[in-house]
């Protein structure tokens, strides 16, 4: 079974900083993607970044970025020059086709603070 | 605003009521999902539509019953629940392959979601 370990339940970070959430999954695919979605106190769920597993490159979406190392099945969200908008739960997430369906395995979620 | 709606946003029902919660999608996906968010629990998938049929029933009660007319419209009936079933519902969408292989640019979009409080 796929399982996703983000060990960071709570993090703070300083308005312009920088700050890295941690993410590790558990999969036997060789094909799957990677998601990082964000929840504001809205609760509505954004989609921030995502990954191919296929591809090396990191991805990159203006101040989000992504660390992925394959090999150690490790997929941290790198968010620079911090907003108050980025205060939220963030998810790490896992896509692979099972069964006739894609489906997402997620987190537990790291909640984010940024402090003026 | 969303290409995924649900309504409605907030529910309080009493568990012998019996309600729905509706999501529209506005994106032309063939996949759509329920997704349960309760206060300390990881998001659970409870059921999947592809090209309108049912391919996942993630051992949800039967006291939740899904419904999915056409690609664009999914519905959660709710029928003597308890207070445990209270939380966040999640309806989401996607543009499904129809194979084995991940879609290329796949991605799930998800709604505001639907509070529902049993008391």
């Known amino acids: 079974a796929q399982t996703v370990t983000q060990s960071q339940p709570e993090m703070s970070v300083q308005e312009a900083e920088t700050v890295t959430l941690s993410c590790t999954y558990d999969?036997?695919?060789?094909?799957?993607?990677l998601f990082w979605y964000k929840q504001p106190p809205s609760r509505q769920m954004i989609l921030v970044i995502r990954q191919e597993a296929y591809k090396q490159q990191n991805a990159t979406e203006n101040r989000f970025s992504v660390n992925f190392q394959k090999a150690a099945k490790s997929f941290s969200l790198k968010i620079s020059d911090s907003q108050l908008g980025d205060t939220a739960m963030y998810f790490c997430?896992?896509?692979?086709?099972?069964?006739?369906?894609?489906?997402?395995?997620f987190g537990k979620g790291t909640k984010l603070t940024v402090n003026p | 605003e969303t290409g995924v709606t649900q309504t409605p946003r907030h529910l309080v029902m009493g568990m012998t009521n019996k309600k729905s919660l509706k999501c529209e999608q506005h994106?032309?996906?063939?996949?759509m999902y329920w997704y349960k968010q309760s206060a300390k629990k990881p998001l659970e998938l409870m059921f999947v539509?592809?090209?309108?049929?049912?391919?996942e029933n993630n051992s949800v009660p039967s006291r939740f019953s899904p419904e999915c007319p056409n690609s664009s419209h999914l519905f959660l009936h709710l029928h003597t629940l308890q207070p445990e079933d209270s939380a966040l519902y999640l309806c989401a969408s996607s543009q499904f392959s129809g194979t084995s292989r991940l879609s290329s640019g796949n991605t799930i979009y998800f709604g505001e979601g639907s509070w529902l409080t049993v008391v």
């Open positions: 997430a896992f896509m692979t086709p099972q069964g006739g369906s894609e489906k997402l395995v």
């Open positions: 999969t036997s695919e060789n094909n799957y993607y």
């Open positions: 994106l032309g996906h063939n996949a």
């Open positions: 539509y592809n090209f309108k049929e049912q391919t």
